[in-house]
């Protein structure tokens, strides 16, 4: 490849043979899961697999890899259902990869879920539920991933960290459906709160560590889930939605009634002195191409209502505060209500900063999907759903680690005639395209 090659800006990816030009940079890579195969033709398999995943393909499922990458697509099946190697050893290497770039800059973790719709009732999860990809109720499988991002203002790098499988209530009731699918017994049905705490927990065993977790009021909604961050000494800030319930000041008895109930956010914003004495304070989140990210806030600390099981007892506040911030977007209108365990002398600013790094997944999301393949897969088994997760994240990681080193380490002939790296010229332009679409996704 020489650097005069360029790629189609739009797909951000590169046809099969133009990527055989990556394959020495990516079997480095893959140097270090090998021990995760007990044969070297098996993992043979995982450099084609995702060499397939990144080509500019117009369908990324197991049969038109195989045949761009010259595989029998029966064999690539079985790599993905039947084949021995231990991807859960795997995905730890790639938590690792991650622990070991974090160098002290700022870690945040974003907790999401991702909707893939599907056809059919053979793949495993699959039931006809909320998709965020159509906008619609669908047939479609979710997903609940974690994501790890440094955040940074000019090159951020951004990697999932954990994808697990959210089991609706219907398939865990069926055992024999969920045998067919080669579902473990100990996969059950858990909301994606309690997944995602699972997940929290997980990478932080591995040795990851956030300086915060942030999502969205899926997860906020349900106060148990910042008391089990909580547990974990993990500080979050999350937005919860408009009819959560807090106190600004704690009440003198446990009465339900009056002066001593709880009241919803939206309603303390204009009803509790506290707030509506306040000034709104304007707040630059983040510079973009398309001019600042201008939000107005309010915030107090507050007491939360105790809640055990995803059920609140009698209206009983929380021993300690809790940050509760109000985001007001004069342009658009729009009001966000954050809520944060955050020590009570935190900077504001670096609060509103971490909880509108939720963009970083959405990008991560976009960006999985269209050049790594990551919503199209066809398979009837849990392991074969895990592994293609894991092969899409893995070439993610791959793609996202070659862009950082293009953008911080530029070869003497790349600067001396201002022209592309030889090897990485395709990922010099994926690296362009990349930051300008993070640019232009941040302002809400």
């Not at 459906?177 to 473990?184: L, V």
């Not at 999907?369 to 849990?382: D, I, L, P, S």
Request: hydrophobic fraction near 35%; glycine fraction near 6%.
């Amino acid at each position: 490849m020489n650097s005069s090659t360029r790629y189609n800006l739009e797909s951000l990816t590169m046809n099969y043979d133009q990527l055989a030009s990556f394959e020495p940079a990516l079997a480095e890579f893959l140097e270090k899961v090998r021990h995760c195969f007990k044969r070297d033709k098996t993992f043979g398999y995982l450099q084609k697999y995702m060499l397939g995943l990144m080509a500019d393909l117009k369908r990324k499922s197991i049969e038109p890899i195989a045949l761009a990458c010259g595989v029998a697509v029966r064999t690539l099946q079985e790599f993905l259902a039947f084949f021995a190697w231990d991807h859960e050893r795997a995905d730890r290497v790639l938590v690792r990869e991650v622990v070991n770039r974090q160098h002290g800059r700022r870690s945040i973790g974003v907790l999401d879920a991702s909707a893939h719709a599907k056809q059919g009732n053979d793949t495993p999860g699959v039931q006809r539920q909320w998709c965020g990809e159509s906008g619609k109720k669908d047939n479609c499988v979710i997903g609940q991933h974690l994501l790890y991002t440094d955040n940074d203002p000019k090159n951020p790098f951004s990697c999932v960290v954990a994808s697990d499988l959210y089991l609706p209530q219907s398939w865990d009731q069926d055992r024999d459906r969920c045998k067919r699918a080669g579902i473990p017994d100990a996969i059950t049905y858990r909301p994606n709160w309690k997944i995602a705490i699972e997940q929290v927990k997980r990478t932080l065993a591995q040795g990851l560590r956030f300086d915060y977790v942030t999502y969205d009021e899926e997860y906020g909604k349900v106060p148990e889930f910042l008391f089990e961050l909580d547990g974990m000494g993990q500080n979050a800030i999350g937005e919860v939605p408009a009819n959560f319930r807090v106190w600004v000041k704690k009440p003198a008895c446990k009465s339900n009634r009056a002066e001593h109930a709880s009241h919803r956010v939206d309603k303390m914003v204009s009803h509790s002195p506290t707030f509506y004495g306040q000034d709104w304070r304007k707040m630059v989140i983040k510079e973009t191409t398309r001019g600042p990210c201008v939000w107005h806030i309010k915030s107090a600390q507050v007491y939360l209502v105790e809640h055990k099981d995803g059920k609140a007892y009698c209206p009983v506040p929380t021993d300690r505060t809790y940050w509760l911030i109000v985001a007001n977007n004069r342009q658009t209108g729009e009001i966000k209500y954050f809520v944060s365990n955050a020590p009570a002398k935190e900077n504001l600013e670096t609060l509103l900063e971490i909880a509108f790094s939720r963009w970083h997944v959405e990008k991560w999301f976009e960006h999985a999907k269209q050049e790594c393949g990551f919503g199209a897969f066809e398979v009837r088994t849990y392991t074969s759903l895990i592994r293609h997760w894991l092969a899409s994240r893995l070439a993610m990681y791959f793609l996202a680690d070659q862009t950082t080193r293009l953008r911080g380490e530029k070869s003497e002939d790349h600067a001396g005639t201002g022209g592309r790296c030889g090897q990485y010229a395709g990922m010099e332009d994926l690296a362009e395209a990349s930051s300008f679409m993070e640019a232009e996704s941040v302002c809400v």
